[in-house]
């Protein structure tokens, strides 16, 4: 069976410092992968979007950045971050197919002080 | 742009009786909807899909319902729990191949 791993599941982070946050899935191909963030209020907004090996989409100009280095492997980072970089960072898979539903992982509570 | 509105924020029912929640879109005509929960904490779960061809969509206690008319899915819950208490999203694509996206999401508390 498929299983999505997404780590730390908490950090808190001073404004300014850099962040890495990964995923991975185990159990399948080639699949999609995205990052989504839930901010207090604000719902969940996707951020990037990936199809493939060093193929990111990114849905919202900010202070972040995606990487897919490898298949099953998607890493989120920021240079310095900002207190409004503070939320819920949730990473998903899905197969290729366009109406297949996402499956996330537990997501990362990030808060910047 | 694309907007999906989930008209309650908070719906609070008495055990027993059946839930609907509302989405609404504007400004597109997507080919599915889907449905999924969150609850506290953790990631949102996949609950069900509706195609734009599907007038209505059940599975266990849940249905859910597509009006591409109106733009508009009700999503119902019948013989509501306690364990149903959680947050629903409904989401859709804005256009083939791209990602998709949600709406804030209706939190539903079930009283025994």
């Known amino acids: 069976s498929q299983t999505i791993h997404q780590w730390p599941a908490t950090l808190v982070q001073p404004v300014g410092s850099p962040l890495s946050l990964e995923c991975t899935v185990e159990?399948?191909?080639?699949?999609?992968l995205y990052w989504y963030r839930q901010a207090a209020g604000r719902g969940l907004q996707l951020l990037f979007y990936?199809?493939?090996?060093?193929?990111i989409s990114s849905e919202v100009p900010q202070n972040l950045s995606a990487s897919r280095p490898q298949d099953r492997q998607f890493i989120l980072s920021s240079k310095k971050l900002l207190l409004s970089d503070s939320g819920f960072y949730l990473c998903a898979w899905s197969i290729i197919t366009e109406n297949s539903p996402l499956h996330f992982g537990n997501g990362t509570r990030l808060t910047v002080t | 742009s694309q907007k999906i509105e989930q008209n309650s924020e908070a719906l609070n029912i008495q055990e027993g009786k059946t839930a609907t929640l509302t989405c609404n879109y504007t400004n597109y005509s997507p080919a599915y909807l889907q449905w999924y929960r969150q609850d506290p904490g953790r990631g949102p779960v996949f609950l069900l899909l509706?195609?734009?061809?599907?007038k209505e969509k059940r599975k266990e206690r849940l249905k859910v319902t597509f009006d591409t008319t109106l733009k508009q899915s009700l999503f119902h819950i019948t013989a509501s729990q306690p364990a149903d208490s959680a947050t629903y999203l409904c989401?859709?694509?804005?256009?083939?191949?791209?990602?998709?996206?949600f709406g804030k999401g209706t939190t539903l508390s079930v009283s025994s």
């Open positions: 990936s199809v493939g090996i060093g193929q």
């Open positions: 159990g399948t191909s080639n699949p999609n």
């Open positions: 989401a859709l694509c804005q256009q083939a191949g791209t990602a998709l996206i």
């Open positions: 509706i195609r734009e061809n599907e």
